[in-house]
């Protein structure tokens, strides 16, 4: 396959989940963790972290903890759920960078300007930033969530401060994400240029684009993809 190139570029900013590292693994870390939580406070004779994996791909994706709650015997009160979820986002990730990801970093770092935005809570978003240890290998990371959820993309106040921070705009900036939800309706309307990484196992691999507001290019790893000025 020809490789996809972008040209005229300052800056390469970076999704965070399912862009840089497998948002699958994150999930099975926090089931790993959450089932720990579990079977220190009830018997049951589920494997509670494989039940888990198994829920995350069906259509009981959003409320995984709520049916596996039903499917122990147990009522899935608010406050039980609640708790598990904050066993989920405030565990230690056991995570690493994709190859291609790292190999990016490696190869555009000197080179380009490197940011990233990334929705999600944030002390979520923090560890995951630590373990992955990207903090001493890009230049500005936002996290939209130190802001409020109402600054989650596709609100467009993080890719204004990237260009505010840099003092470039449009199509000297190049934002590789994963979600054709959200991910690229702010920066299309900036006059950035847009690349979709498209993994097999990705968690939105086969979400279609919202019209109007698909990445200019899609690739299946970064390797495929040659940045210029």
Known sequence: MDPIRFSGIRAVVFDLDDTLYAERAY??????????????????????????????????????????????????????????????????????????????????????????????????????????????RIDRIILTDEWGREYWKPHPRAFLAMEEYWGWHGGSLLYIADNPSKDFLAPRRLGWRTLRVCRAEGVYAHLPAVAGAEAEQSVSALDLVEVTF
Do not use: N
């Open 27 to 136: 999930a099975h870390s926090g089931f790993a963790a959450v089932a720990r939580w579990l079977q220190a406070r009830y018997t049951c004779p589920l494997d509670l972290e494989q039940r888990m994996r198994a829920l995350y791909e069906t259509e009981y994706r959003p409320r995984v903890f709520d049916r596996l709650l039903v499917e122990m015997g147990l009522s899935p009160s608010a406050g039980l759920v609640s708790q598990m979820v904050e066993c989920y986002r405030s565990h230690r990730p056991v995570i690493g960078l994709y190859p291609d990801a790292d190999a990016a970093l490696d190869r555009w770092s000197g080179r380009f300007r490197l940011g990233l935005i990334s929705d999600g809570p944030v002390g979520a978003q923090q560890r995951k930033v630590e373990v992955l240890g990207v903090a001493s």
